[in-house]
């Protein structure tokens, strides 16, 4: 297992690889040493972060694996069908796994996902359209929800936040 920091415009991300897979990318609050890594794959995932940050990246490619209830896997499994620069409700995360009733326990599922950014939870937002949820910080999720909506073109007064 290898991690790495990364500087992002949000401030560090911890990435780590295991097994031939990318097991996190998780912001956090802090300073931290960015030291060159000679893991192949981990120099992919941070060109595509750095492509993500420029605007030109919608769709990540690597190989995910983050462990979890079938469950919590389901879920993230979920959130990949989220478009770039769209954003969905608890609520309808739940309609589209045919799970109404499981609002909060698909809820804490996006929060325990260990793969921000590539995994999109910051995509789901509550049904009124505020920004709920998100273990790096609200605040990141606005930066990600605006971000996106700029490379797309999209103004800010067409999002509810």
């Given at each position: 297992?290898e991690?790495?920091y990364?500087?992002?415009p949000l401030?560090?991300?911890?990435l ?10 998780y ?5 931290f040493?960015?030291?060159p ?5 981990l120099?992919v995932?941070i060109?595509?972060?750095d ?6 990246r ?15 896997q389901?879920?993230w499994?979920?959130l ?6 769209a954003?969905?409700s608890y ?7 045919n ?13 325990k ?7 999109p ?10 920004l709920?949820g998100?273990?790096?910080?609200v605040?990141r ?9 700029r490379t ?9 936040f």
């Amino acid at each position: 297992m290898e991690t790495v920091y990364y500087k992002t415009p949000l401030g560090f991300a911890r990435l780590t690889e295991d097994a031939d897979f990318i097991t996190s990318i998780y912001l956090l609050d802090g300073e931290f040493e960015v030291k060159p890594t000679e893991s192949p794959l981990l120099n992919v995932a941070i060109r595509q972060l750095d492509e993500y940050f420029a605007g030109e990246r919608r769709i990540f490619d690597l190989p995910l694996k983050q462990q979890g209830t079938t469950f919590q896997q389901h879920v993230w499994q979920q959130l990949l069908k989220i478009e770039y620069g769209a954003t969905i409700s608890y609520l309808q995360q739940a309609k589209l796994m045919n799970n109404p009733l499981g609002i909060r326990a698909i809820a804490s599922a996006n929060g325990k996902n260990n793969l921000v950014i590539v995994v999109p939870c910051h995509r789901v937002i509550g049904s009124d359209g505020s920004l709920t949820g998100f273990g790096c910080g609200v605040w990141r999720k606005k930066w990600l929800l605006e971000h996106e909506a700029r490379t797309m073109g999209i103004g800010q007064t067409t999002l509810n936040f």
